[in-house]
């Protein structure tokens, strides 16, 4: 008897509570004839719903790891990204849903196929800029503050979005540059270490000058400069015998590149003062010009009695 019980309450789990369930999932409507006919049931929308469920728990979870350790505003822009991911996310689980149950995806492929790739096409420069600022904010390989070159412009950077990088110049003008010149070109960082940077000014003196005397001005032009650090310590390199003088360079170091020019003129002219106030002269070029003259013979003139 016990044996039958369990028979029983199998087979009205089996048939009747299960099989009432299988019927209401398998609810639903049909379009499309023979090979291409499509079924809608609820049961397939409701495993559509808790993939997106399943694909949304992980993509947080995610986000979550990766933007962790990072400050407010680059999260932020990481989160933005993410949405776009999702979204790619969110069809390749249709799509993958839509092929378990045994739905032909293939025509639906096929369609988007060319569409996606005009639009890869099209917006190509776009996908690198945004992977590049990507890695920009993981990796910390430009910071908000540093002082960049590039295209032959120096400038500050006062803003990182996700598809380009603002930056200040000296002029007061805002660059607007793409993230992947970050990537694919070389750019110059003047304060990726450290915000400290190594500056000279180079000048030549008349020969017959007194060469220590030069290094002692040299130095004392940048003593009591504004911007200069007193610590490494300033420095003067003898460089060279030059066609028209001898040149020196007087090498410094400051904590804001960005005010160079300013620096290195203010030092110019504490050195054209203190060579005028001690005799040394900066020479311009000078060139020996030699002029070789041929006289050129006279023509012999024929006389009238002369065929």
Do not use: C
């Not at 650090?229 to 170091?253: C, H, M, N, R």
Request: hydrophobic letters at 45%.
């Amino acid at each position: 008897m016990q044996e039958n019980s369990i028979e029983k309450i199998e087979e009205v789990v089996t048939d009747d509570i299960w099989g009432a369930i299988k019927n209401f999932l398998d609810l639903g409507f049909s379009f499309g004839k023979a090979e291409n006919e499509i079924h809608i049931t609820i049961g397939l929308l409701l495993l559509v719903i808790l993939s997106f469920i399943i694909a949304s728990f992980i993509l947080k979870w995610i986000r979550v790891l990766f933007t962790r350790k990072m400050d407010t505003s680059d999260k932020s822009k990481f989160i933005s990204v993410f949405k776009f991911i999702k979204y790619i996310t969110y069809i390749v689980v249709v799509f993958a849903v839509l092929s378990t149950v045994g739905i032909n995806v293939t025509p639906f492929l096929a369609a988007s196929a060319a569409l996606l790739v005009g639009l890869g096409l099209a917006l190509q420069e776009l996908f690198q800029d945004v992977i590049a600022g990507i890695f920009i904010i993981l990796d910390k390989s430009l910071l908000v503050g540093d002082i960049i070159e590039v295209d032959n412009k120096v400038g500050r950077i006062i803003d990182i979005k996700l598809r380009t990088t603002r930056a200040i110049t000296r002029d007061d003008k805002i660059i607007i540059i793409p993230n992947h010149k970050f990537i694919t070109e070389s750019i110059y960082n003047y304060t990726q270490n450290h915000r400290t940077t190594r500056e000279f000014v180079r000048v030549g003196v008349a020969y017959g000058s007194d060469t220590r005397k030069v290094e002692r001005l040299l130095l004392q032009s940048i003593e009591e400069q504004k911007g200069v650090l007193k610590s490494p310590k300033p420095f003067v390199l003898f460089e060279d015998f030059g066609d028209s003088a001898l040149v020196f360079s007087v090498l410094f170091f400051i904590s804001d590149s960005f005010s160079e020019p300013r620096i290195k003129s203010a030092v110019r002219f504490r050195i054209d003062e203190l060579f005028r106030e001690n005799g040394i002269s900066i020479p311009f070029p000078q060139r020996d010009v030699h002029l070789f003259t041929n006289k050129i013979p006279e023509e012999k003139t024929p006389s009238m009695g002369e065929d």
